[in-house]
């Protein structure tokens, strides 16, 4: 879809804003990301290769800038080598490659598929944090963790007045490897799966909140990305809560226990584990591997290799 005209920047790219410096072996990687971002200009009077301006303005916001201004003036000032890398084109040699001027910058980026330059980007940062990660000996490698969450963007609006909603997979690190924009709150839960579809998830623990503890998204993630998670039960499952709350968590020992001030209120948490009932199990539903903070029965037909559930 076309990026706000109220952002500073699109969005794909503002993901760039707190990723760590990349390195100059990096760049092909991101060219080749780019590259598969369907181009939505007319091919008659076209003076610059989308894959080209896309570079430009992902190398731009790597460098500082916040604005679609700053991005046309960094370009402007970057040398003809590093525009030749990026893959300028260069009509008169006499003049070396030629940057785009910033009404090039700003139409494009205004136009572009934001979800395909989303995943774009989220590809070649998750590329990223995978190349990290492999520097590690198996023994110091930590789980991979991505956490599911949706947002409404402040300030963003479309042009009918309605407020941009994104829904976006952060890993436990802070980057943001992927997001959607949505029609609203209530669309999260069928985009939940077609955000984290083919970000990498083996062995991985997915978090979210209680709006998507859904069966098929505990399926999902199990059978399909073969990760792991904690499902998060409200009063959205009122049979499963209860059944949850009532188990003997007074004869549950503390595992551990964190006080807070958040939102205006004070929190504490506990947090203990218990199996789940041998009753419960000789069902359909078989026991879980892992569970968390206030009890461990995965949704109605969950997989039992990756699932964690917890009443609120």
């Not at 916001?61 to 525009?83: F, M, N, Q, R, T």
């Not at 030749?84 to 572009?112: F, K, M, W, Y």
């Not at 964190?258 to 929190?267: F, S, V």
Request: charged share 20%; hydrophobic share 40%.
């Amino acid at each position: 879809m076309p990026a706000c005209s109220s952002s500073p920047i699109p969005g794909a790219l503002g993901q760039l804003a707190d990723a760590e410096t990349a390195s100059p072996s990096e760049l092909p990687g991101l060219l080749t990301c780019l590259a598969a971002v369907p181009d939505p200009r007319r091919r008659k009077g076209r003076r610059h290769p989308l894959a080209f301006v896309l570079a430009v303005a992902a190398c731009a916001v790597l460098a500082g800038a916040k604005s679609l201004a700053a991005i046309a003036e960094w370009a402007a000032d970057a040398p003809p080598g590093l525009l030749s890398r990026l893959g300028a084109p260069c009509r008169d040699p006499r003049h070396g490659p030629l940057a785009p001027a910033e009404a090039t910058v700003r139409r494009t980026l205004q136009r572009i598929d934001g979800d395909a330059l989303d995943a774009a980007v989220g590809t070649w940062l998750t590329w990223r944090a995978s190349a990290t990660a492999g520097q590690a000996t198996n023994g110091d490698r930590p789980r991979p963790s991505m956490a599911v969450d949706g947002k409404t963007v402040r300030g963003a609006h479309r042009p009918d007045g309605t407020q941009v909603h994104l829904l976006a997979a952060m890993t436990g690190t802070g980057l943001v490897t992927a997001q959607r924009e949505i029609d609203g709150k209530t669309n999260e839960i069928t985009a939940f799966q077609p955000l984290l579809a083919g970000l990498g998830l083996d062995d991985a623990v997915v978090t979210f909140d209680a709006l998507h503890s859904q069966t098929d998204h505990a399926h999902f993630l199990v059978e399909d990305c073969h990760a792991h998670y904690i499902a998060l039960i409200k009063g959205n499952h009122p049979t499963l809560h209860r059944w949850l709350k009532a188990l003997p968590w007074r004869d549950v020992p503390l595992g551990d226990k964190t006080q807070a001030t958040a939102h205006g209120r004070d929190e504490i948490r506990r947090l203990k584990t218990a199996p789940p009932p041998a009753s419960r199990s000789r069902t359909r539903h078989r026991p879980c591997r892992s569970c968390d903070a206030a009890g461990s029965s995965p949704p109605a037909r969950s997989p039992s290799n990756a699932s964690t559930a917890s009443p609120t």
